[in-house]
DNA sequence: AAATACGTCAACCGCGATCTT
DNA sequence: AAAGATCGCGGTTGACGTATT
């Protein structure tokens, strides 16, 4: 047999606390403890509650520590970083918050800092569609230069598509094996596909948790002859400067713009589209991502087994 | 000034996991 | 082993305050 019932659901109050209840919920936790049986302690203190109530105010408002309200931008950042990698699960995040509640979280979250994002999200949203025209042209271009230079198309067509399934024969290159480009997915798209459309990189977190270029420092042993011109158009931030061995280096390399107020907005993309641009493997790039915008406490959540359904994503191949 | 819309957040609800009998 | 209580969590609700019409 089980338990006898937790309490008499007809007699418990319900609704808003009053001063005296916090009082002597307080008092008597901070003396004897919860005694590890929340359903007892109503009874103990001789209040008309709910063990369960009874929990939820001591761990959201009595306990000792706790902050309400204004939140940092490093707790956005923490939290936006966090929602990211692991949705919402709230108490983990949380618990990387010192004196946040997890109901605190979710409320800060639903009712401000999602909406925050999403304002971005939609300026982003006009700013690409804005250049989707550019683009085609751009990557008619690029594709032709890329056959021109050391890539081998497998299919040996003319005129290939993007689609193409393609592999480079230059040693130096940082592409392991064929790929499909057209297929890589945003690793994000699973957590939440809303906020991170399948054909999008950069999370729009990027945007709000930091004006980092995820590629700052990044250097990216580019196969193409200089072009700097071709990679503005495509919003490419990138620094250029000729190495020994005759080829053009790009450094940076994000997808980036400058707004009219002169901080750094970091705009969508694909993984398709930079690894295809400068020509690296998006392999290394999703880990070279994950190595500067996430702490290794939250690379290694984003790679549950349990999280894409699979058992690691730090290849992108698992994640298609 | 009144009515309505909107934003916030404390508290409740229900569910899955775990524990106790 | 099984039944049912308890815990902990995330989603949702509704009261309340503020802004707008």
């Known amino acids: 047999m089980g338990r006898a019932p937790c309490c008499d659901k007809a007699n418990v109050k319900k609704g808003p606390w009053s001063p005296e209840e916090d009082s002597k919920l307080k008092a008597y936790i901070e003396q004897n403890g919860t005694g590890g049986n929340w359903i007892a302690l109503p009874q103990r203190i001789g209040l008309k509650r709910c ?182 158009q495509m919003g490419c931030n990138v620094n250029t400067t000729l190495q020994k061995d005759g080829f053009q280096s790009y450094s940076g390399g994000g997808v980036m713009e400058s707004s009219s107020t002169g901080t750094t907005s970091t705009e969508s993309s694909s993984w398709a589209d930079l690894s295809f641009f400068l020509n690296y493997s998006p392999d290394n790039m999703v880990s070279k991502y994950q190595e500067i915008m996430m702490p290794q406490e939250y690379v290694n959540a984003f790679q549950e087994p349990s999280f894409f359904g699979c058992n690691n994503i730090s290849s992108v191949h698992d994640m298609v």
């Open 51 to 232: 063990g369960k109530s009874c929990r939820l105010r001591w761990l959201n408002y009595l306990r000792p520590n706790i902050k309400h309200g204004g939140f940092s931008e490093e707790e956005d950042n923490i939290i936006c970083s966090l929602y990211v990698s692991i949705g919402s699960r709230w108490s983990i995040i949380a618990a990387q918050l010192p004196g946040r509640t997890d109901n605190d979280i979710k409320n800060y979250w639903n009712t401000r800092l999602k909406k925050k994002l999403l304002g971005k999200q939609r300026k982003q949203q006009e700013a690409q569609a804005h250049k989707a025209n550019n683009n085609t042209m751009i990557k008619q271009e690029l594709t032709e230069r890329h056959t021109d230079n050391n890539l081998v198309l497998m299919n040996q067509t003319a005129n290939p598509p993007l689609s193409t399934l393609y592999q480079t024969t230059c040693a130096s290159s940082s592409i392991q094996e064929p790929y499909d480009v057209n297929n890589l997915r945003n690793p994000l798209y699973e957590c939440d596909p809303f906020f991170f459309p399948q054909d999008q990189l950069f999370p729009v977190i990027n945007d709000c948790s930091t004006s980092k270029n995820v590629f700052e420092g990044f250097q990216v042993q580019n196969l193409l002859p200089s072009n700097n011109d071709l990679m503005s």
